[in-house]
């Protein structure tokens, strides 16, 4: 017998029994964005290195360590798409969708990254990402958030999860306050790991994010980016905040949140989860006023967010709110000569008049009993029972399952009786 082919490590099949649960995120997903006016935009999987090498940065863990990068038939290296920001910003340079313009925009789809998978970060994984271009106030900042805030509410989870919010300011205020920082940590070496002490010359601000207890205890003292925040930072930040309290948003300032991609500025933010342990940020986000000009295209404001759909799945299961839509509504069960093929034209016309109805057949045969059983597995809400004499006076046995009330119809009327089972 051939040695069975197991999936890659780190990508994972979504099962029948999972994937109700996946509709649900995924449908509240569409439903939450379409509600503020966005639009969906789709992205190739696959990119240039180069873009995520100028987008990201070459020193982050992302370019360094984690991307699925190859070189094709043409000898071009290509990457398997990390995040889905630079993609979306190619795409709007490349089609001119960007300069003197506003888009609001949103994508869902496959990620890709060579991390060591554990519970709730795989190497495939997908992302929910909305961005908006052309606007540089805090307003549509506190939109996105408020955004995110409903999406919670709708799945709920709202009471599990909680913002952190920061502002990292300017290019020149982040140079300013590296300087410092770096002269700070200069002096703790001893205490710095061997993955601080090659950030702090390469990207200083990331030892702000470290899990390192001994590390996070000494930047109690660290200098503080607020302090070095230019004044349009210091208006924007505090008119961000003045809007998400008017929507009445809990939310909390942390000074170390910095985000782990280079391109960001001004407004950041995590909404984060005390419930799946080491794995707590369910979507972040912020500006990144500078990535469009960086990529090419001219002087562009922009600001958006990312969320893990496996995050948001994972904590629903783990908060048990994993109840969804049955995923059949109608099981026909039929019996005698004839009556399979008009219990299939009976299901095609149920399909066609009550639309969004779910309706299966019952193949292979078998007496009542098992098809009743399989019925029962499918987790239908009624069971339509077809015979030669019901046929024959063009009526249908109508059994519900949930209440075991059972009564024959015309049917004609049995479109009707069955309407209210949809959604």
Known sequence: MAKA???????????????????????????????????????????????????????????????????????????????????????????????????????????????????????????????????????????????????????????????????IGSLDARANYRVALVEFLEQHLDVLDDDCKRRMHTNPMRVLDTKNPDVQAILGDAPKLSEYLDDDSKVHFSGLCELLDAAGIQYQVNERLVRGLDYYNRTVFEWITESLGAQGTVCGGGRYDGLVEQLGGKTTPAVGFAMGLERLVLLMETLELNDVRRSVDVYMVTSGEGTLMAGMKLAESLREQVPGLRVMCHFGGGNFKKQFKRADNVGAAVVLILGESEVAEQTVNVKNLLTGEQETLAQADVFAKLADLRG
């Open 5 to 167: 082919i197991q999936a890659i490590r780190g990508m994972n099949d979504c099962l029948p029994t999972q994937s109700p649960l996946w509709h649900k995120v995924e449908d509240s997903v569409k439903r939450v964005i379409s509600a503020y006016g966005y639009n969906e935009v789709r992205m190739p999987i696959v990119e240039q290195t180069n873009l995520f090498k100028r987008a990201i940065g070459e020193v982050t863990d992302v370019v360094e360590k984690e991307m699925y990068t190859f070189e094709d038939r043409n000898g071009d290296s290509l990457t398997l798409r990390p995040e889905g920001t630079a993609g979306c910003v190619r795409a709007g340079i490349e089609n001119g969708l960007l300069y003197n313009q506003e888009q609001r925009l949103w994508y869902m789809g496959p990620m890709f990254r060579h991390e060591r998978p554990q519970k709730g970060r795989y190497r495939q994984f997908h992302q929910v990402g909305v961005e908006v271009f052309g606007l540089n106030g805090p307003d549509v900042d506190a939109e996105l958030i408020m955004m995110t805030a409903r999406l919670w509410r709708e799945l709920g989870i709202d009471k599990h999860v909680r913002l952190e919010l920061n502002s």
